[in-house]
């Protein structure tokens, strides 16, 4: 079946502007997870959903940072007043069940680009 | 927060030689360990995981040891071929606990097999 789809697969931006990356999961995943990957670097957690629990936020880096789901499908994921340092691979990943007791499938990711 | 430390950043060897991968983490809380192969430009995969109640596991070339005293767990690839070249990523988790699954990652290993 579809695996986890992510869109655009690349961005370019100029410093200042806004963005939104967009996630689909594995239909019926309850959870998922969006990763932003710098160049050379580790996979770092950004933001966590599990149904329709609160969101996990703890690993957003800003408040220029957010991002939804609309109950167990689409997740967006923007990015306000971009700066140079956002420019990185943005990663979703969806699971089957949340806390992690099923395998993370991750999508091809976003690659930003803030000029 | 967990910390996972990876080693070498750099691997080269030559095809059908063996491959070890080594990490470190430092939250004794983290029960789960999955390996991530991401070849360029692609997502990254799970390749293997292990559960803390495990010291090994083989998957026909790849196994994974876990020693949880010195918290400290490798990749191991034998009889290395060259589409085994990616980078791999360890992680860590805690299933079931209040980081809800969100996976550590380490930085990173640039795996290069030579025909």
């Known amino acids: 079946g579809a695996g986890v789809s992510q869109s655009p697969s690349n961005k370019v931006t100029e410093k200042g502007k806004d963005v939104e990356l967009r996630c689909d999961p594995i239909?019926?995943?309850?959870?998922l997870y969006w990763y932003r990957q710098r160049l050379g670097q580790g996979l770092e957690f950004l933001i966590y959903?599990?149904?329709?629990?609160?969101?996990?936020k703890s690993g957003l880096p800003s408040d220029r940072f957010s991002a939804e789901r609309t109950g167990e499908s689409v997740s967006t994921l923007t990015i306000q007043r971009t700066q140079q340092e956002d420019s990185a691979v943005y990663l979703c990943?969806?699971?089957?069940?949340?806390?992690?007791?099923?395998?993370?499938?991750f999508g091809p990711g976003t690659r930003l680009t803030v000029l | 927060g967990e910390n996972v430390e990876q080693h070498p950043s750099t691997l080269s060897v030559q095809e059908g030689d063996s491959a070890v991968i080594k990490c470190t983490y430092s939250?004794?809380?983290?029960?789960?360990f999955p390996w991530y192969k991401q070849e360029l430009g692609k997502r990254p995969q799970l390749i293997i995981d292990?559960?803390?109640?495990?010291g090994e596991k083989k998957d026909q070339r790849i196994a994974v040891t876990l020693n949880k005293t010195a918290k400290h767990f490798s990749l191991h690839i034998t009889e290395t071929q060259p589409e085994d070249s990616a980078v791999y990523f360890c992680?860590?988790?805690?299933?079931?606990?209040?980081?809800?699954?969100?996976?550590?990652f380490g930085r990173g290993t640039q795996l290069t097999v030579w025909p």
């Open positions: 292990i559960r803390s109640n495990v």
């Open positions: 959903f599990q149904g329709n629990s609160a969101p996990d």
């Open positions: 939250d004794s809380a983290s029960n789960y």
């Open positions: 239909s019926g995943h309850t959870a």
């Open positions: 990943a969806s699971s089957l069940a949340g806390g992690g007791r099923s395998e993370q499938f």
């Open positions: 992680a860590a988790s805690i299933i079931g606990g209040s980081t809800l699954g969100r996976l550590y």
